[in-house]
């Protein structure tokens, strides 16, 4: 097994903190948010300010983040831009796993239109005070952010078109539970586009200990071919791979990582 014995719940505590922070200081107007030298690279660190986000905007076009609220892009934290692939229609529901400051949620909500419907949910109280405040901000009404953990989703089973995630569910000390849900809550036709962080070589076994490596997606990363097994084994058919960077690639740190972008389908 990749993971490591860590408590469940000293690992939740740890990310809640270290992403309730995170919204905070995206939440300040005009606020600067201080890097350490390992965060400036980690795919998962924090932007470096609202006036340099250079790494989130390397993952969407101009033309997505246009007009999108400084407040959106300042917290994001992903590793890739989930919707670039996905076949979004209007009048659907899409869901988004840990969706953070809300910014491919409101991506989502155009595509979907007026009488599509999406749905963030977040187990940090302070993203979803964030991705609720950058929702009005630009009058998406056809949004809701609801406070909760994937491992137990507050949607009903069969009522979502497509989940997406951008390299959160990493984080999930219980990713068995995470796909188990995601498969329950989909129609059946319905579809997940994921990016995520695996692993591609060993992970040195102290790494693996730090409670504050969970919190930058490098602890709780699986190895790729385990990652993809454990969607199977939820149920997911045609799960493939449809794009792979190296981590070093994205951010010149040196590690055994990738960001993979997996798609699948409920039969």
Not at 36 to 57: F, N, Y
Not at 156 to 179: E, H, Q, R, T
Not at 185 to 194: D, E, F, Y
Not at 243 to 258: F, H, I, Q, Y
Request: hydrophobic share 40%.
């Amino acid at each position: 097994m990749a993971g490591t014995k860590t408590p469940k719940k000293d690992v939740k505590e740890v990310v809640r903190e270290r992403y309730g922070a995170l919204a905070r200081a995206a939440s300040l107007t005009g606020a600067t948010i201080t890097l350490t030298p390992k965060e400036s690279q980690s795919c998962c660190g924090p932007s470096a300010s609202k006036g340099d986000m250079v790494r989130v905007k390397g993952l969407y076009s101009q033309a997505e983040t246009e007009g999108l609220p400084v407040g959106a892009l300042a917290a994001s934290a992903g590793c890739g831009n989930p919707l670039a692939l996905a076949e979004v229609r209007p009048g659907e529901t899409v869901l988004d796993l840990g969706s953070g400051g809300g910014i491919d949620c409101l991506l989502a909500a155009r595509r979907v239109g007026p009488a599509g419907r999406v749905i963030g949910i977040d187990m940090t109280p302070d993203m979803i005070a964030l991705a609720r405040r950058n929702a009005a901000e630009v009058k998406a009404t056809n949004v809701e952010f609801r406070l909760a953990e994937m491992e137990k989703m507050p949607v009903d089973s069969a009522s979502v078109d497509i989940i997406i995630s951008n390299c959160v569910i990493n984080l999930s000390p219980d990713k068995d539970a995470v796909f188990g849900e995601a498969y329950r809550a989909l129609k059946p036709g319905g579809r997940v586009l994921i990016s995520d962080i695996v692993t591609t070589g060993d992970i040195p076994a102290e790494v693996r200990a730090s409670l504050d490596e969970w919190s930058h997606c490098i602890a709780g990363a699986l190895p790729k071919d385990e990652y993809l097994a454990k969607m199977r084994a939820a149920g997911f058919r045609d799960v493939a791979v449809l794009d792979e960077k190296s981590v070093s690639e994205l951010t010149g740190w040196r590690m055994n990582l990738a960001s993979i972008k997996v798609g699948a389908v409920k039969p």
